[in-house]
């Protein structure tokens, strides 16, 4: 049997392997970009644009004074910020100069910051003030010693900076003090002085953490090396090829993220593939402003638009979103979270270009299966092994299963992680003998290759592309002294897919959903919030006592109507 029948459903054109040896780092692949695109734009972010030659400089730089503040050779440096345009800059000095990059969520409360950068051992941060008092909340018991605080406006130019900084500062900046703090623009003024000394960095070199979570409710840090992440983005460049050679554009190819980019999806197929491709990275700070968004897309080109189902369904609501300019839109790569047939099929009619849906995690560097880009409709898969990627089925005992069979998704190639950072037990948990990476996800492999995800063999909840762990969620309400017992699961929902229910059992009588919500929400970031709250008398156990969310989340989604969810 063929072990490899995928290849058999390539576009023409896209190559089986893909050589990540062609750049020893993301450092080389940067000084390619660099000195080929030099004078192109290579990020915009509210009307404000950086060429790559800009990127160069400034990330030269800033790269410089980390290595002033005696940071070792790869010390972990955490960036806590969402799309702007510092984000880039800061990534590209920390890889240049030899540190690893930690991506850290910006809305995360004070207790999950504080265990990513204990967890990290990160030694310097560099946050958004908008930020800054959640990071003081957490300080003390990190071994964070150096921090930089950026402004909305530091990079938008004087005049334009200052306004945007006046009316953040009013409205989005709450008090916090750090003292010994430095400032972005104030740094980046002190490398400007200074000699960047760029290390040698090999493709086994740690690149960036990207921290997800586990069945065991401990978010971990995947290690993904420069090497996975030039694999990663060496794939999704093939994997493109067909649609670009299918539609000229007649302006530089404009990538458009909106998705976040500490996320894994929009760090690779956006940021750095747009660094390899010598695209113009358009960033959306803030994607909730769907009016906003659109009105940064109006009257120009955009040729790839990657988004997770609620994102395309918020767009796709927007009356002003169809009167945009498709004409050069090229793909639409769908990811994170299942995406709707209906949603495709309106996007389709909206935008003629059909939404590509894919599948992949933190720990495989972002996509590792995607339908191909020639695809003409929604076909409910979420498509065939990317180049250099082998996908297997496996059973409860390690068997390998035939095309149709249902188990558990195993993943081998270069974009897998190197291991969970400090962690060689849970690595071993989620790694085979012979170097596949298993999921936890259950699906079908069909004849051809085509994947299809049926269901997840963790317990792990989807909200807008986003996880969310029930053991994170149930051991900060189990803290509530009123609490006796509780669980979390994942539940249908019309806008982000699933939404998170909560069962409680009080242990206090007088306990209300009101006062409950207001204890977890100061510890739970927005997306992990539970929606929906339902107290009981008692909760489904195993003959040990572990409670069945299986059977609390079957039971809820076969009463839906009924339960209004």
Same mark, same amino acid.
């Given at each position: ?25 993301l ?156 400032? /972005? $623009?104030a740094? &980046? ?6 000699? !960047? =000394?760029?290390? @040698? +960095?090999?493709p ?59 996320h ?47 994102? /395309? $369904?918020?767009? &796709? ?5 169809a009167? !945009? =300019?498709?004409? @050069? +839109? ?50 409910g ?80 909840i989807?909200?807008?592309g ?13 803290e ?30 007088k ?25 009981r ?29």
């Open positions: 049997m063929d072990e490899r029948p995928w290849l058999a459903s390539y576009p023409p054109g896209v190559p089986a392997e893909v050589d990540a040896s062609i750049y020893p780092s450092v080389a692949l940067f000084a390619e970009s660099f000195a080929k695109n030099h004078d192109l734009p290579a990020y915009e972010c509210m009307g404000r644009q950086l060429t790559f030659g800009d990127i160069e400089r400034t990330s030269r730089d800033l790269g410089a004074f980390l290595q002033s503040l005696g940071l070792a050779r790869g010390d972990r440096v955490a960036v806590m910020m969402p799309n702007v345009l510092q984000y880039p800059v800061v990534v590209s000095a920390i890889l240049r100069a030899g540190f690893i990059a930690v991506n850290v969520n910006p809305l995360y409360t004070p207790r999950e910051l504080e265990h990513q950068l204990s967890d990290s051992g990160a030694k310097a941060i560099f946050i958004l003030e908008n930020f800054a008092a959640t990071l003081q909340q957490a300080l003390e018991k990190t071994q964070i010693r150096h921090i930089v605080i950026a402004s909305m406006g530091d990079m938008l130019g004087f005049a334009k900076g200052a306004i945007v900084n006046f009316v953040v500062r009013r409205k989005m900046v709450p008090a916090y003090a750090l003292p010994g703090a430095l400032r /972005f $623009n740094v &980046l003024a002190s490398g400007a002085g200074k000699t !960047l =000394d760029e290390p @040698e +960095l090999k086994a070199d740690p690149a960036v953490l990207q921290y997800t979570g586990g069945t065991t409710g401990v978010s971990k840090g995947a290690t993904l090396t420069h090497g996975a992440l030039i694999a990663a983005v060496l794939a999704s460049e093939a994997w493109l090829q067909p649609a670009l050679a299918a539609k000229q554009a007649t302006t530089q190819l404009v990538a458009v993220c909106a998705l976040p980019l500490y894994v999806f929009a760090f690779v197929s956006c940021s750095l593939l747009a660094m390899r491709a010598g695209a113009l990275c358009l960033l959306i700070p803030n994607p909730r402003d769907i009016p906003g968004f659109v009105k940064e897309l109006r009257g120009r080109k955009f040729h790839l638009l990657p988004a997770v189902n609620t994102l /395309f $369904n918020g767009l &796709l609501g927007n009356e002003d979103f009167k !945009l =300019d498709f004409s @050069e +839109l090229m793909v639409s790569n769908g990811g994170g979270m299942a995406v709707q047939e209906a949603v495709a099929r309106k996007w389709k009619d909206v935008t003629g270009i059909p939404i590509v849906e894919g599948y992949g995690l933190s720990e495989t560097s972002s996509g590792v299966v995607c339908n191909p880009v020639t695809l003409d409709a929604f076909n898969t979420v498509g065939l092994p990317m180049p250099s990627v082998e996908i297997r089925i496996l059973a409860d005992n390690g068997a390998v299963l035939s095309p149709g069979a249902a188990g558990e998704v195993a993943i081998r190639g270069p974009q897998v992680m190197a291991n969970y950072w400090n962690r060689p037990d849970e690595t071993a948990n989620v790694m085979t003998s012979d170097g596949f990476f298993k999921s936890g996800d259950i699906g079908v492999l069909d004849e051809k290759g085509f994947l299809r995800i049926v269901d997840r063999k963790k317990d792990m989807n909200v807008s986003f996880n969310v762990y029930p053991n994170e969620i149930e051991a900060v309400v189990a509530h002294p009123g609490v006796l017992e509780c669980a979390a699961v994942g539940v249908p929902d019309p806008r982000s897919g699933e939404a998170v229910m909560l069962f409680v059992v009080p242990r206090d009588p306990l209300t959903k009101e006062e409950l919500a207001a204890f977890y929400k100061q510890q739970l970031t927005g997306y992990k919030t539970p929606k929906h709250v339902e107290f008398k008692t909760l489904p156990k195993t003959n040990v006592g572990k409670i069945l969310r299986r059977e609390l989340r079957d039971e809820i989604v076969g009463a839906a109507p009924k339960a209004g969810v």
